[in-house]
Structure formats: C-alpha cells, structure tokens
C-alpha cells in the first residue's frame, strides 16, 4: 500500500477524526491499495504514554560503604568542596570529579550528585 497523503491532527482531512480521539491522535494517513483497487484511510493514536527516563533501583546496595564513588561538584561551591576535603574527599584530575567512599557521601547527603558508571546499568 502506498501512502499517498499524512495529515497532521486538527487539519483539514483530519477533523472528524480529531472530533472523536482529541489529543491522542497522532495523523491520519490516506492510502492507496493498488492490488484490491481501494482507498484506505488510517490512523495513528497514542494508546499508552509513560515516563522515558530510567529510573535508577534501591542505590543504597550497589556499593560498599568504604568504596569510592565520584561526586560531581560544580567550582563555585566553594564551602561544599572544604566539607568532602575535610571528610576524605579527593580531587581526580582525569576524571574531574570528586572521590569520597560511599559512606561519607551518605553521611553528607551527597548521594544525588553520585556520579559512577556501574549505575548506568542499574534501571528497572
């Protein structure tokens, strides 16, 4: 089948379809079957719309608690950067970013700005 004509929602060729599926209704296609010698008309509708981004299971097992995580830190927070120094932290050049083990970044409450590369794998 070929498509001969897409229409996107609320334009003309559309409407009726529009009236009936409102904001699920992605566009209507007008086909042309050549075998049967027929006219189709077809439509795509949205028919279930959840969250896209992944969402990162019970973080509080992946690591040890002596095991150094990274904490991403931005330059200007200056009084945070003395806080993980006091409590251990160390700068990694390579990488840009902080090390701290685990249990002090849970300690700090830093466990939002934990950036590691085994949690990337950790989605449901």
């Known amino acids: 089948m070929k ?4 229409i996107l929602p609320g334009n003309a ?3 009726r379809f529009y009236d009936e599926y409102g ?4 566009c209507v296609r007008y086909r042309n079957d050549e075998q049967r010698k027929r006219k189709l008309t077809t439509i795509e509708l ?3 719309e959840r969250s896209h981004l992944p969402v990162i299971v019970n ?15 931005d330059f200007k927070e200056i009084q945070l950067r003395q806080l993980v120094k006091q409590h251990g932290g160390v700068w990694n050049k390579v990488a840009k970013y902080w090390e701290l083990s685990y249990g002090q970044a ?3 409450k830093l466990l939002d700005r934990v950036i590691n590369s085994s949690l ?3 989605y449901i």
């Open 46 to 48: 949205i028919v279930e």
């Open 3 to 6: 498509v001969q004509k897409t």
């Open 120 to 122: 990337d794998d950790v």
């Open 23 to 26: 904001d699920k209704l992605v």
């Open 106 to 108: 849970r300690e700090l």
């Open 59 to 73: 973080q509080e097992n992946k690591f040890a608690m002596n095991e150094l995580v990274g904490i991403k830190i």
């Open 13 to 15: 060729g559309s409407k």
